[in-house]
């Protein structure tokens, strides 16, 4: 299985600031990634996939890159609404895997 | 409104059973390829198991193959997740998914990314 290593755990930032998340998966996922951000009790919903492809409606301050092992997240101004917990996701193997998350305070 | 809605979820006994529900809505539902993705609260997301659009390619974690069994029926735009000799660390919530990217073999297919609202499943006596 991939395993997929996301870091920090948890940050917190100042409105404005901009963040940056990482994960790692065990072996080459080539640019099968994904990012997720999930609210307390809703499904998770998708910003970014093929680690840096905005997904449609998504704000342009959320963006990704990577590819092979080593992916990252950023938010380049963050905002209230973006309180949330992020995960990264591969879908290059099966079983699909998803690093731990991020939980993002403010 | 593309919508999927679960249902089924509840408390059940350590090598009970349940069968879940996932209601398909706005969209082609036999177009897509569909997942169970389970996450205890609190915690990280644990993908199940995959179903191709006509069911005749089905994946499954380790963790489940053997005890759960996932299904659908296009006619009635429904994905079903049979849980048999369910354990405590079944415990979670269940989504129901369509991913925006799937690959097979070494292609990639492209579509929506849309997740139910979950369902929470309780194994405890």
């Known amino acids: 299985d991939i395993q997929m290593t996301q870091s920090p755990l948890s940050l917190s930032a100042s409105v404005g600031d901009r963040v940056t998340i990482t994960c790692q998966a065990s072996?080459?996922?080539?640019?099968?990634l994904s990012w997720y951000q999930q609210k307390p009790g809703k499904a998770p919903e998708l910003l970014i996939y093929d680690a840096s492809t905005l997904e449609t409606g998504v704000p342009s301050r959320f963006g990704g890159s990577g590819s092979g092992t080593d992916f990252t997240f950023t938010i380049s101004s963050l905002q209230p609404e973006d309180i949330a917990t992020y995960f990264c996701h591969q879908y290059h193997h099966l079983p699909l895997t998803f690093g731990g998350g991020t939980k993002v305070e403010i | 409104e593309v919508q999927l809605v679960e249902s089924g979820g509840g408390q059940v006994q350590p090598g009970g059973s349940l069968r879940l529900s996932c209601a398909a809505s706005?969209?082609?539902?036999?177009?897509?390829?569909m997942h169970w993705v389970r996450q205890v609260p609190g915690k990280g997301l644990v993908w199940v198991a995959r179903i191709n659009t006509d069911g005749s390619s089905i994946s499954y974690a380790d963790a489940v193959k053997g005890r759960f069994s996932v299904s659908r029926d296009n006619a009635k735009n429904t994905l079903l997740l049979e849980m048999n000799s369910l354990r405590a660390e079944d415990t979670a919530v269940y989504y129901c998914?369509?991913?925006?990217?799937?690959?097979?073999?070494?292609?990639?297919?492209?579509?929506?990314?849309?997740w139910g609202q979950g369902t929470m499943v309780t194994v405890s006596s």
């Open positions: 998914a369509t991913l925006v990217a799937e690959r097979v073999m070494d292609n990639y297919y492209y579509g929506m990314d849309v």
């Open positions: 072996q080459d996922i080539s640019n099968s």
């Open positions: 706005g969209f082609i539902f036999s177009r897509y390829w």
